[in-house]
């Protein structure tokens, strides 16, 4: 893997523990980017993953020919180059300035695709809302675009502060238990507060794991493309689990089909 090139200063460090997010302008090179560009591209042409339920459509059923929100779980189980970015090298360095060094060494990761003009809005949402009720997390997620990501084609918008509450209540998008997707329940009470943030390619926003975000759908003539790396810290177990209710709710085609490869594999 590359040596990390860049690192935070204390006024990022405090920033970002005090609002929950930050805006770094570069995570690694215009090179690299083209190089993730056709891997990305790869991945999403051929559906990667599908059979095993890493790819679906988080914002709808897995029924459209055209997934409106496709994304993909884990694409280095897929493309095992991509741990050996310099995206990766840089993301680790700041996560274990900002986790400390009881950062777990491994890390999770996913990317998502808004498709030109039909890309669907990522809801107001919590990520632990997907998480093991059970535990809780200290983390932050690199959200960095292949694109230059605007208001209008889908960059990430954060409540500021809202890194500091718990897991709030949730719901399928648009209340069906067929879709992954989730959204924080009365969402319009918080979007009034939102601070979009708009990046450029091979730049990246940062947010802490309990942070409220949102992203519109892509207006716009091109693709959105974004590559997440999450980096945590040991999970401790709660005194009292989180009421998941949203989760026990869910009937997806992702999770039948997770199974089913499951099930084959074990045979």
Same mark, same amino acid.
């Given at each position: 893997m590359p040596?990390?090139? $860049?690192? %935070?200063?204390?006024?990022?460090i405090h920033s970002f523990h005090e609002d929950g997010f930050l805006v770094l302008n570069a995570i690694t090179t215009q090179e690299e980017v083209e190089q993730l560009r056709e891997?990305?591209?790869?991945l999403f042409f051929e559906r990667t993953g599908w059979d095993q339920g890493s790819q679906f459509d988080l914002a709808g059923t897995d029924e459209d020919d055209q997934?409106?929100?496709p994304q993909l779980l884990g694409p280095s189980r897929f493309a095992p180059e991509l741990k050996d970015t310099l995206y990766l090298?840089?993301?680790?360095? $700041?996560? %274990?300035?900002l986790l400390g060094s009881d950062m777990l060494d491994r890390n999770g990761e996913h990317m998502i695709y808004k498709p030109p003009r039909i890309g669907a809005a990522t809801p107001w949402h919590q990520d632990q809302a997907y998480h093991n009720p059970e535990l809780a997390y200290k983390g932050v997620n690199f959200w960095m675009p292949l694109d230059d990501a605007t208001v209008e084609s889908g960059c990430?918008?954060?409540i500021p502060g809202s890194h500091k509450l718990d897991v709030l209540p949730h719901h399928s998008i648009n209340r069906d238990p067929r879709i992954h997707g989730l959204e924080v329940d009365n969402p319009e009470q918080?979007?009034?507060?939102?601070?979009p943030c708009p990046v450029a390619a091979g730049g990246a926003s940062l947010h802490a794991c309990y942070m409220l975000h949102y992203a519109e759908p892509n207006h716009t003539d091109v693709p959105r493309r974004a590559y997440t790396l999450?980096?945590?810290?040991?999970?401790?177990?709660?005194?009292?689990?989180?009421?998941?209710y949203w989760q026990k709710n869910k009937q997806t085609a992702r999770q039948t089909r997770a199974d089913a490869y499951q099930t084959r594999g074990s045979m």
């Open positions: 040596e990390p090139t $860049i690192s %935070l200063s204390r006024e990022q891997i990305y591209d790869r997934p409106r929100l090298a840089n993301a680790r360095a $700041i996560a %274990l300035q990430l918008q954060f918080y979007a009034e507060r939102a601070v999450t980096f945590r810290t040991p999970p401790q177990n709660r005194d009292k689990p989180v009421d998941a």
